[in-house]
């Protein structure tokens, strides 16, 4: 079986701060997701990949910029890191509609 | 109006009660997954189940395409089944990937 990693699990950053999300796959899927999950409600798209260097925008897309530079990886920035940015960002993999999910990375912004 | 409507949004049970969770749909369907998490846990994949019905232990998951509706029975539930379980669609239409609701809560008190 494959495996997504998220780095880091944890990130405390800066009001103002530029900061960057990482996520790998193993599966070699070709779509891949990154939401947020706030508490109490539920999971938001910020940006998907259908292939390398493919970036389509979610709902929640403004305040962040993604990379799909390789099939296996992409990534997340924060562009300018606000209180209201504390939330856990989920990477996952789907191949055929069956999602797979990494852990997650916690971001506080101080 | 919201694509994916999940019923209840809490539940309380005693352990050993059975429970259904609804989840219905007003979209298309290109296949939908059951996801249970645990506080401050990661997802977990239940069932990907696009039609019809699978079991997983005291899981069992149904999908009616042509009701738009699927659900997920909890047979004679363990404490260890708190959490939250969410269900998601795939949909290629409009470019959205993969719609989720918004989740029940369910809490089992031995």
């Excluded at chain 1, 970036?55 to 799909?68: P, T």
């Excluded at chain 2, 994916?4 to 059975?18: D, H, K, M, R, Y």
């Excluded at chain 2, 249970?36 to 997983?56: D, E």
């Amino acid at each position: 079986g494959g495996i997504i990693t998220q780095t880091p699990k944890f990130l405390i950053g800066q009001e103002g701060q530029k900061l960057t999300l990482k996520c790998q796959q193993n599966f070699n899927h070709d779509t891949m997701y990154w939401y947020r999950q706030d508490s109490g409600k539920g999971l938001r798209l910020i940006y998907y990949s259908i292939t390398e260097n493919d970036l389509q925008k979610g709902d929640l897309s403004e305040g962040y910029d993604a990379s799909r530079e390789k099939k296996s990886s992409f990534s997340l920035t924060v562009t300018s890191a606000q209180k209201n940015e504390m939330a856990v960002f989920l990477c996952a993999s789907s191949i055929e509609g069956q999602v797979f999910f990494g852990k997650g990375t916690r971001l506080t912004v101080v | 109006g919201q694509q994916v409507q999940q019923s209840p949004a809490s539940l309380v049970l005693q352990e050993g009660e059975n429970a259904e969770l609804q989840c219905n749909f007003s979209t298309s369907l290109n296949s939908m997954q059951w996801f249970y998490q645990r506080p401050g846990g990661s997802l977990v994949s239940l069932f990907y189940n696009p039609s019809g019905t699978k079991h997983s232990g005291r899981l069992t998951s149904t999908t009616v395409i042509k009701e738009r509706r699927s659900s997920l029975h909890i047979s004679s539930s363990q404490t260890t089944d708190s959490g939250t379980y969410l269900c998601a669609l795939a949909t290629y239409q409009g470019g959205r990937a993969l719609i989720f609701g918004t989740g029940t809560t369910v809490s089992v008190s031995p």
